[in-house]
Every structure is written in C-alpha cells, then in structure tokens.
C-alpha cells in the first residue's frame, strides 16, 4: 500500500521552518565570525598600542610623526601622539638647539679665482643647473647657481597679499626662484604678505619687527656673493655688508662641517628647502617634495644637511618649507608643491636669479607700512 504524502500545507510550512532554521544557521556563524574578528582587531590594535608606546621603536615613530607635525599649520595634533607636555617640552628644546646652532662664527671664505681659469682652461658653466634627486622616501631637485651675484631678493608686486614665486619669476623677467622665508598665517588661510623677522633687498631694508639692538637668524648674500647665515642684529648685517636676507632658521653647515647629528633631530618628515654654498662660490638650492605619498613623503633636516654636504656645501641653512616649497625655472614649477595649486603658495619672498640683476627694480612693497598695521589674516 503506497504512503501518503502530508498535505501540501504541511509540507510548506516545514519547508518554510527548514528555511528559517537556515537562516538562523546562518546569522550565528555571522554573528561568530564577527565577533572572532572583531577579537582579532582589537587584539592587532593593542598589540600596535603596546608596541607604539612601550618599545623604544614604537616611541621613535611617534616622535617623529609629532615633529612631522609641529612644522605644520597643525601643530596642536602632536598633543595626540606624545601629550601636551612633551610637546611643549619638545618645542622648546628644538629651538635651544635651533638658537645655539646660529651661534658659531662662520669664517668661509669664497675662492672664484683659480689658475685654470687665469690661463683661461676652465669650461663655461651655465648660469643655472638643475639635478632631480631622490632618496628614501623623497623625490627632489637640486638647483646650483654658478654666480651668486646674479642672486636678487623679489618680494610682492601689490601690498595686502604675497605672490607666487612663478609670478614673480614671471614679472621680473627671472630665470629662475625658489621661495625663500617664513611668514605670518593666523587663520592658515596663507595670504603670504607679512614676513617674519626681516626683508632685505639690494641693501635696504625693506622689512623688519626688530628693535635695533635685537638679533635674528638669517638667510642671505653680500655684495661679493658670500652667502651669509646666522644669528645678527640689524647694525651686524650693515657691517657685514649684507645685500639680500631674509630670516629663518636652522643653519645646517657651518664651516663645512654639519651641526645635525643624526636623523632623529632632523626636525620630522615634510617638504623642505635650504641654500647653501661650495666654497668657489656656487649657490646650491636644494628643493625637496613631501606630504604626497606614491610621490613623495619628504626629508627630515638631516637628508637635507646630507645632500648640501654631497654637494660641496661649507655652509646651509634651512628656509622657509612645507606648503611654501617650490621651484621655478623658465617660468615652470618644476617640482609639486603640497598645495591644491600646482604653483603653490602666495609668498612675501623668493630667491630669483637673473642674467643681468642690476638692471631689475624691485621696490619696496613694505613702505610706510610698520608690522603693526598689517592684518596678516586678511587678503
């Protein structure tokens, strides 16, 4: 006799319950294999936490993304990664250490003459020759100037907002530039028209928040073409015959020796740029790329200081970086700057070379102004 079958709906209905039994099946192997993962992370999180903060490997990576950071427009981040004292702390030894390191007496002296070029052998060299460059973590270039006489200062052409260091070069009739010092940026807005410290162009002083009796790091040239960089005060930089300055700091090479010591107190990762000088007088600009990972992350001082001293250097000094790195050439960025404008930032100045300096008039953006008046937050 031939079993019967259970009613149709019957046969649903246990369908209906092997499915939701499916379901449920289901769920609980997700909601275990979250939860094992979820273990997982969390374990892979303070393991990175513990090695982070209580391995000395750990520790260095963090001090270096705080330094990283306190160059930038955000330093109050690095709070989050070494705490508020040991950034204040941290600040303050790294401008002991920037302070004592302008304190050397520089004594190089520029020998341009030599008895090939008396006996008329030596090769004519290009006013400006360019080098791209690259290292661990960085790409950049290398900008050697043969003749630092040919070396101006160009600063704005309109009071109330900087200019770009193409535009400059541009208007100027340039060969080439590079940006040079720092500047006022309350509200990081970056509208680039109030130096910080000093502005000297062709021997007169275009800019300064200095008493007369007070001194600051500067990065410059005096009429022979000696670069000059380090700590002075305004009646020094007269003496010394200084021609083009700006103020910034650190010095990296002092008497053809490095004064950083090593890569930890080369002041973090971030896109730089340093003059420096070879002893037969050649200007050597080093631009550096950073903050652009697949590109370029950028160079801590010390690279910086490595590749001046590979160049003949005998004494560097570092400018104005970050967002404010650029060079231009032939009225062409040729590196990337960090900024959503290929061209970069707006500037108070830039080391422009010329073929015949002598006959550009750069006038003085500044005049009549004092430091007071400026709101540097307002374009």
């Known amino acids: 006799m031939a079993a019967q079958l259970p009613p149709a709906s019957t046969r649903a209905q246990a369908a209906m319950q092997a499915k939701s039994m499916k379901r449920r099946t289901r769920k609980r192997r997700s909601y275990k294999a979250f939860f094992y993962l979820s273990t997982f ?33 955000h330093r109050h981040w690095a709070k989050y990664i070494i705490g508020q004292a040991e950034l204040d702390k941290r600040v303050a030894e790294k401008k002991a250490i920037e302070e004592q390191m302008g304190v050397e007496v520089d004594t190089h002296e520029i020998v341009r003459s030599t008895a090939a070029e008396t006996a008329g052998e030596v090769e004519t060299k290009p006013l400006v020759e360019i080098e791209e460059i690259s290292g661990t973590g960085y790409k950049g270039h290398v900008m050697i100037v043969n003749d630092p006489t040919k070396i101006r200062l160009g600063v704005p052409a309109k009071q109330g907002r900087g200019e770009r260091v193409r535009s400059m070069v541009e208007r ?40 007369k009796k007070k001194t600051t790091q500067i990065v ?26 700006v103020s910034f700091q650190p010095r990296l090479i002092v008497n053809g020796k490095g004064l950083i010591k090593n890569a930890k107190d080369g002041w973090g990762i971030a896109p730089r740029t340093a003059m420096g000088q070879r002893e037969d007088g050649a200007i050597i600009f080093v631009v550096i790329d950073g903050r652009q990972p697949g590109h370029s992350i950028g160079a801590n001082l010390y690279d910086v200081q490595n590749i001046m001293l590979e160049h003949g250097a005998v004494i560097a000094a570092n400018l104005d970086g970050g967002s404010s790195t650029v060079l231009v050439k032939d009225d062409k960025v040729l590196n990337r700057p960090s900024t959503k404008s290929e061209e970069g930032r707006y500037l108070p100045t830039a080391f422009l070379v010329f073929d015949d300096p002598e006959s550009v008039d750069i006038p003085n953006v500044w005049a009549g102004l004092r430091p007071g008046d400026i709101d540097a937050g307002k374009w």
Do not use: C
């Open 41 to 73: 992370f969390m374990l892979v999180a303070a393991s990175g936490l513990g090695w982070l903060f209580l391995t000395p490997s750990g520790t260095n990576l963090r001090y270096l993304a705080a330094d990283s950071l306190i160059i930038t427009q």
């Open 172 to 211: 100027t009739g340039a060969i080439a530039g590079v940006n040079a010092g720092g500047f006022a940026d309350p509200n990081w807005q970056g509208n680039g028209f109030q130096p910080i410290g000093v502005v000297i162009s062709h021997g007169e002083v275009f800019y300064s928040d200095l008493g």
């Open 220 to 245: 410059g040239l005096d009429y022979n073409g000696k670069m000059i960089a380090g700590r002075y005060s305004l009646e020094e930089m007269k003496a010394l015959n200084v021609r083009e300055a």
